[in-house]
């Protein structure tokens, strides 16, 4: 197997939780429009772009949208969501997520995020990470978001890595299938810890430290 030489980090759900932020903002979206939407349809947004999310929420509407009034929707949730993000602080980065980066950096790892989020600047700035990563790769420089590769294969670039020399961290499906399609090794914690492609399940995100390899 080759030598591990960055991690690449998956931003929510793996560094900090913003799930109920986003349920929040796409139940209030969905409840104005007359849409069913619940906890388990938000569970499958998990690592989905925002109009990819907007998709699935769709499928319970009962008549179609036009595009334009598509991008509006999805304005209007993002708009929400980030006045959410406002009541994030240093405090939702938990020690156990912070003392690890630390440990994984100290053992000279080139550490960088993976993320389908276009609001990944601004969670990392409110949970005190603003410039922490070598490099951040998110929704803000991709075209195409997971499943496929792209998000982590930029990252690699940005950290002058190749994919077999990364360990992508997911807490997603779609993220597991992104980063096997990509060609990198993952460790995949939650639900992505029972993916039939992960390479190291993970309980919990100190666990990474316990990997063979790191
Ligand atoms: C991912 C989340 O990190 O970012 C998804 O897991 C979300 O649920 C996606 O839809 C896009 O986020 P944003 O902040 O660009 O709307
Ligand atoms: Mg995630």
């Not at 569970?43 to 999310?53: I, P």
């Not at 938990?94 to 993320?115: F, H, P």
């Not at 779609?174 to 029972?194: E, K, R």
Request: hydrophobic fraction near 35%.
């Amino acid at each position: 197997m080759d030598t591990i030489r960055a991690i690449i980090f998956d931003l929510d759900g793996v560094i900090c939780f913003t799930d109920n932020y986003h349920y929040q903002a796409w139940k209030e979206l969905a409840d104005a429009e007359g849409i069913y939407f619940d906890e388990k349809i938000n569970g499958r947004l998990r690592g989905v772009s925002r109009m990819e999310s907007l998709d699935i929420i769709l499928e319970r509407a009962s008549r179609c949208y036009t595009q334009e009034e598509k991008e509006q929707l999805a304005t209007r949730k993002n708009e929400s969501y980030v006045r959410l993000l406002e009541k994030m602080s240093p405090r939702d980065l938990s020690d156990e997520v912070k003392n690890t980066l630390d440990t994984l950096r100290q053992r000279g790892y080139k550490l960088a995020i993976g993320s389908s989020s276009k609001n990944t600047k601004k969670i990392l700035k409110q949970i005190g990470l603003d410039g922490y990563f070598d490099a951040v790769s998110d929704g803000t420089n991709i075209t195409k978001s997971k499943p496929d590769p792209e998000v982590f294969i930029k990252a690699a670039e940005m950290v002058e890595e190749k994919p077999e020399n990364c360990l992508v961290v997911e807490d997603a499906l779609a993220g597991i299938d992104a980063a096997y399609a990509g060609g990198f090794i993952s460790a995949g914690i939650g639900d992505a810890a029972s993916h039939k492609y992960v390479t190291y399940p993970i309980h919990t995100f100190s666990d990474l430290l316990s990997i063979d390899k790191l």
